[in-house]
Structure formats: C-alpha cells, structure tokens
C-alpha cells in the first residue's frame, strides 16, 4: 500500500461542476502540497498546508491531521482547469516529498 | 514567486552519449535541491537529493554512477546522465528549497524530457 493515496485516479467532469479530489496518507507529515502538472509536463505547487484551510481563487484546499486526509476541490470548473492533480506529502523530520498517483481531472465544455 | 528553471527543456541523444541537465533557482539561492524522473503517465519518482557543497544523496535503486549530480552553488544543481540508454528516457524535475522558506516550501522546474535513441 503506498503511503500516500489519491481518489480518484480519473475524473471527468462539465464546465461548472464542483469538482473534489481526496488524498489519505498513512504516515505522520509536517505538510501537505497539492501540485498541478499540465499536458506539457510543468509543475505548478498550488498550495502547502499543515493545518485547517487554505483558498486561492476557485481552488480551495483543506487538511485533517486527525484523520489523516486532504482535499482539493475546484469551484466553477474550466476546461482549463483539466490537468494531473498531485498530493505530497512531507515526512515529519525529513525534507522529501512522497507522492500520490495522481488524479487525472477532465473538464469537459 | 519564486522560479526554478531548467535547461534544456528537451533534449534528443544517441544511446551511450552522456546529457547534463541544469536546474537553476532564479531569484532564490537554494541548499537543497531534489531530482525527480516521471514516466508516461506515472507520479514522480525521487531520484536524489542534492545538497549544496555536499554529495547528493540518493534512493534506493537509482545508481549514482550512472546520474551523477553536482550542486556546485546556492543556485545550480546539475544532473549528469551518462552512458544514456533508451529506458533512461523520461522527463526529469527538479525541486528546490529556499534557504530561508517557511516550512520547506518546494518550487519545481518545468522538466527536461530526454529521449535516448
């Protein structure tokens, strides 16, 4: 099982839809990044968080240490927003990331 | 925001040549970098973790014979593939880390994608 895990792998959606993208870890973290890799390769580091919430335009990502778990959701989605969509994870006492499998987001017109 | 660059952002080689890769942090000096390798439709796999003025560290598996890795600066990291084969074609991303970033924020490069013939 790896220690960090996305759902769903793939999702396809129509321009507008509230969109959400979970990720579980198993292991103790000191913060979470949800990156965005466009069909070009690029990537973009979207948010780092270690507690509560975090909002940046239509993108809002949240984190429970509790429960181990993050979420990406995407308000009023665009086809602009289709892309791979990342969760990593930062190992407590290390500065290495651990990366999910990714979720593959589809914004259909 | 900080920028990471990477240089070349693609490149084609004969199999056995060797490929040096740049990553540079633009506005930032960074101590330590990390190098990534991905492939088709795959999540990115840490390959090594350059520090500055040290040997890089490397995972398990990645031989370090084979991509050697320079951090000669605060603000370059080189990634040397040599004797390249076809199956070490892949994209390659660097990360780097600000020396004075809040809790280890990470900038990644856009990827250089080698193709070995």
């Known amino acids: 099982k790896n220690e960090v895990e996305q759902s769903p792998q793939n999702l396809t959606a129509q321009e507008g839809e509230f969109i959400t993208i979970n990720c579980s870890y198993s292991v103790g973290i000191s913060a979470l990044h949800w990156l965005q890799q466009h069909p070009g390769g690029g990537i973009v580091s979207l948010f780092m968080l270690s507690s509560g919430k975090k909002k940046h335009g239509r993108l809002i990502a949240t984190i429970n240490i509790q429960e181990k778990h993050s979420s990406l959701h995407i308000t009023a989605s665009h086809p602009r927003d289709s892309a791979v969509y990342i969760c990593?994870?930062?190992?407590?006492?290390?500065?290495?990331?651990?990366f999910g499998q990714g979720t593959r987001l589809t914004i259909n017109p | 925001g900080a920028v990471v660059s990477q240089h070349p952002s693609w490149v084609i080689c004969k199999s056995g040549t060797s490929v040096k890769i740049e990553c540079r942090s633009l506005?930032?000096?960074?101590?330590?970098m990390f190098w990534y390798r991905q492939f088709p439709k795959q999540s990115l796999m840490l390959m090594a973790t350059?520090?500055?003025?040290?040997?890089?560290?490397?995972e398990q598996g990645v031989e370090k014979d084979k991509f050697l890795i320079n951090h000669a600066s605060l603000t370059l990291s080189t990634l040397t593939v040599t004797s390249a084969h076809p199956e070490d074609s892949s994209f390659y991303i660097c990360s780097a880390i600000p020396g004075l970033a809040p809790r280890g924020e990470q900038f990644f490069g856009p990827g250089t994608r080698l193709t070995v013939l």
């Open positions: 350059s520090n500055e003025g040290s040997k890089a560290t490397y």
């Open positions: 506005d930032f000096q960074a101590t330590t």
């Open positions: 990593a994870a930062r190992i407590q006492g290390a500065q290495k990331l651990v």
